[in-house]
């Protein structure tokens, strides 16, 4: 792995997964650019928690942040040509499977158009690696089981996985044409501190402990393969900071625990450390949703020796401790 590079850039950095890895970044240094528009997508204020940690962190004059949108081609033109990226970690996107059956036009501006100045931006400023956040969901209703890369991924059940997949075709264009090295990573079912209000352990922690039922699809009939933070962005690092002579031009990799875990056993976790008992509303599947996923790890371990280390349970504790303290 190489050492240090000059000025790494972090898009999606008040995100759940983009805070976290710029943490881990300026421990070991680095000095890192973060972007984010900071939308409304769920609650601002989180958003805005999460850059106050970064901002208070020891090496807090190694990071600087600029609300930007990626879909502002200007502004990315901009910022790229006032800085110089070595490595471009791109974690900014319209996210969430549920929301792209309501708004589907924030997911072509942001995730297709926005990569495509991510893209050009790079070319044009020759960076030297791209790692950018790709999803599960391209497997859609696959049948196989775990995921492979192998697999094929061209049957998407949402316009979120579609934009996804997109952008893993339009990387490997990029890399093809232009010699530009990108990797994209499939994550897998992310929780932890500090996450995504919209995603299912914190709906679930936050209706549990108001007493309101919570609704679980598929009459509970789901197995998610749950990968905690700090396990997600030590992968997100290795890769990100591998030495560019390593790697071919163009590599997906899974990214997760690579275990399954039944949808109501994470619950009983959940009641267990929330100390409440969940009333649970058993649904039929919903529109855009898969019933199982679980990630073939086997090639991120071989290349990055990637080897996720916090068990559901102890990455269930650790959540919902942070989440009690941070709501009271």
């Not at 973060?34 to 970064?54: E, P, Q, S, T």
């Not at 690579?258 to 267990?272: H, S, Y």
């Amino acid at each position: 792995m190489q050492d240090k590079f000059q000025q790494i850039l972090v898009t999606g950095a008040a995100g759940f997964i983009g805070a976290d890895l710029c943490l881990k970044l300026l421990d070991l240094g680095h000095h890192v650019i973060g972007v984010d528009n900071l939308n409304d997508y769920y609650d601002v204020d989180l958003k805005r928690d999460r850059l106050a940690l970064l901002e208070a962190h020891k090496n807090s004059k190694g990071f600087q942040f600029s609300p930007i949108d990626i879909v502002d081609r200007t502004a990315i033109e901009h910022l790229f040509q006032s800085n110089q990226f070595e490595v471009v970690v791109h974690l900014a996107a319209q996210a969430g499977v549920r929301y792209s059956l309501e708004n589907p036009q924030s997911y072509i501006d942001s995730n297709l158009l926005g990569f495509g100045n991510i893209l050009e931006a790079c070319r044009q400023a020759e960076v030297e690696h791209l790692v950018y956040a790709s999803s599960s969901s391209v497997y859609g209703a696959n049948k196989n089981f775990p995921f492979k890369e192998s697999d094929r991924v061209d049957n998407p059940v949402s316009l979120y996985a579609a934009t996804k997949k997109a952008n893993e075709l339009m990387a490997h264009s990029y890399a093809h044409l232009y010699g530009l090295r990108c990797t994209g990573l499939r994550f897998f079912t992310v929780y932890g501190p500090w996450g995504r209000p919209d995603m299912a352990p914190f709906r679930f922690a936050s209706r549990m402990l108001k007493g309101e039922a919570i609704p679980v699809y598929n009459q509970g009939d789901m197995i998610r393969d749950f990968t905690y933070i700090d396990d997600i962005s030590e992968g997100v690092l290795r890769v990100a900071m591998e030495s560019k002579h390593e790697q071919p031009a163009y590599k997906i990799y899974n990214i997760g625990r690579g275990e399954p875990v039944q949808l109501m056993d994470f619950i009983k976790a959940l009641e267990n450390h929330l100390g409440v008992t969940a009333k649970i509303e058993l649904l039929p599947m919903q529109d855009g949703d898969v019933p199982r996923t679980m990630a073939d790890t086997s090639a991120l371990q071989k290349d990055f020796d990637y080897q996720p280390s916090v068990s559901m349970d102890d990455g269930v504790r650790l959540f919902a401790k942070w989440f009690i303290e941070y709501y009271h």
